[in-house]
C-alpha cells in the first residue's frame, strides 16, 4: 500500500518544506488584471508545494500564499523593484504570471526558482526510510530563489527561538514597513500580500518597533549589520556555495546554521546542511539510527553517505515524519513586546 495514499501533513513534514497546495480544479480561477506570461515544461515530476514550500515564513506569511485554484503566489523584492509571481501546474505544464517592475525578472528565473538547475536523479538512497520518503514525493526538486537577503532576515529572525514567534515577528515587520504587492491578489476575492522592506527601510527601522514585533536586541542587531552591507550580500548569489557561506559569516551574529538556512534557498545547494539546530540532530539521529540524543557530529557523520546531497537527504527525512516521541514539554513562546 505505500505509495498509494499521500502521507497526512504532521508538524516535522511542514518543518520539511511542505506547503499543502489545493487541486487545481477545486476553485476556478478568478479574472484577474493580466501581467506578463511565461510557460515552462520541466523534465519531471514537479510539486509546486515541496519545491516552494521552504519559501513561507508561517501559515500568516504576507509574501507567500497558497490559493484555493491551486496556484501558488509569492511577492518578493528584486534588484529590478517589487514583483509579484503567481505560478500554477496544468497538465505538466507550469505557466508564471507575473506583476510590477520585478516581474520580468521573476519571469525570466522562473525554472530556476522551480529546480530547473536542480538534478534530483544523481540521489541515492542508502536507507529505506529515506528511499521511501523519495518515493512518495517524486516532485521534491530544490528550489534557487537568486536572492539573499529574503531568506537571510527571516532566517536571523528564527535564531534562538520558537518558530511561531520568528514567524509572527516577520509577519508583522513585514505588514507595517513593506509595500504592496503589485497586481492583483489570490484567491477568489483578491487579497492583499506584502513586498518586504528594501534594505535601506530595515535599517530606519525604531529600536521600539523590533521590541514590539518580539525581536530582542541582539537578532535586530545582526539584520541591521546585514543590510548596511546588502549588497555585498547579494554578490554571493555568482559565488560557490562554500564561498557565499564564507562571505554571509562574515557578519557578526551570522553562523553556520543560518548561512545554510539562507543558502538552501539563495543556491539551492543540496549539499548545505544545517548544523547548530535544536531539533534535526535528533530527528536525523533517530530516523537513520534509533538515536534520539544525537549530535551535530553524530548527525553528520550518518548523512555521510549522502556527501554532495546531505540537504536533500534531510528534507526527505524530515518529509518522512518519523521523529522520536515527545519527552518534555514544548519550548514556551514569549513575547518581549509585552515587557
Not at 48 to 68: H, I, K, M, S, Y
Not at 122 to 151: D, I, Q
Request: aromatic share 6%; with cysteine; net charge positive.
Amino acid at each position: 500500500m505505500a505509495g498509494r495514499f499521500a502521507p497526512r501533513p504532521t508538524r516535522t513534514t511542514v518543518r520539511g518544506g511542505h506547503v499543502s497546495v489545493p487541486g487545481a480544479a477545486s476553485v476556478p480561477r478568478q479574472a484577474p488584471a493580466p501581467g506578463r506570461v511565461r510557460t515552462w515544461v520541466p523534465d519531471g515530476p514537479l510539486d509546486l508545494g515541496l519545491v516552494l514550500g521552504p519559501l513561507r515564513r508561517g501559515p500568516g506569511d504576507p509574501t507567500f500564499r497558497a490559493a484555493p485554484d491551486g496556484s501558488v503566489w509569492r511577492a518578493t523584492r528584486t534588484p529590478a523593484g517589487p514583483g509579484t509571481l503567481r505560478v500554477a501546474v496544468r497538465g505538466g505544464e507550469v505557466c508564471g504570471e507575473a506583476w510590477g517592475p520585478g516581474g520580468e525578472w521573476l519571469l525570466e528565473r522562473l525554472p530556476e526558482l522551480l529546480g530547473g538547475a536542480d538534478d534530483p536523479s544523481v540521489f541515492e538512497p542508502r536507507h529505506r526510510l529515506v528511499a521511501l520518503a523519495r518515493h512518495r514525493r517524486p516532485g521534491l526538486r530544490l528550489t534557487r530563489t537568486g536572492l539573499v537577503l529574503e531568506s537571510l532576515i527571516p532566517s536571523v529572525l528564527e535564531q534562538k527561538v520558537t518558530t511561531d514567534e520568528a514567524y509572527r515577528a516577520w509577519r508583522i515587520l513585514v505588514r507595517k514597513f513593506g509595500a504592496p504587492a503589485p497586481g492583483p491578489g489570490p484567491g477568489p476575492a483578491g487579497g492583499r500580500m506584502w513586498v518586504m522592506p528594501a534594505a535601506r527601510t530595515w535599517a530606519l527601522i525604531p529600536s521600539w518597533e523590533w521590541h514590539r514585533a518580539g525581536v530582542d536586541n541582539k537578532r535586530a542587531s545582526t539584520i541591521l549589520r546585514a543590510v548596511r552591507v546588502a549588497a555585498r550580500l547579494e554578490e554571493a548569489v555568482g559565488m560557490s556555495v562554500e564561498a557565499a557561506q564564507a562571505r554571509l559569516e562574515v557578519v557578526p551574529g551570522v553562523g553556520p546554521w543560518t548561512s545554510a538556512e539562507t543558502v538552501q534557498r539563495s543556491h539551492g545547494a543540496a549539499d548545505a546542511v544545517t548544523v547548530g539546530d535544536l531539533h534535526l540532530p535528533g530527528i536525523v539521529g533517530w530516523a537513520l539510527a534509533g538515536d534520539r540524543d544525537a549530535d551535530d557530529s553524530v548527525m553528520l557523520e550518518l548523512l555521510e553517505p549522502y556527501a554532495g546531497q546531505r540537504h536533500r537527504a534531510a528534507r526527505l527525512i524530515l518529509l518522512s515524519g518519523r521523529t522520536p516521541p515527545r519527552r518534555a514539554p514544548r519550548m514556551p513562546r514569549g513575547d518581549i513586546g509585552r515587557l
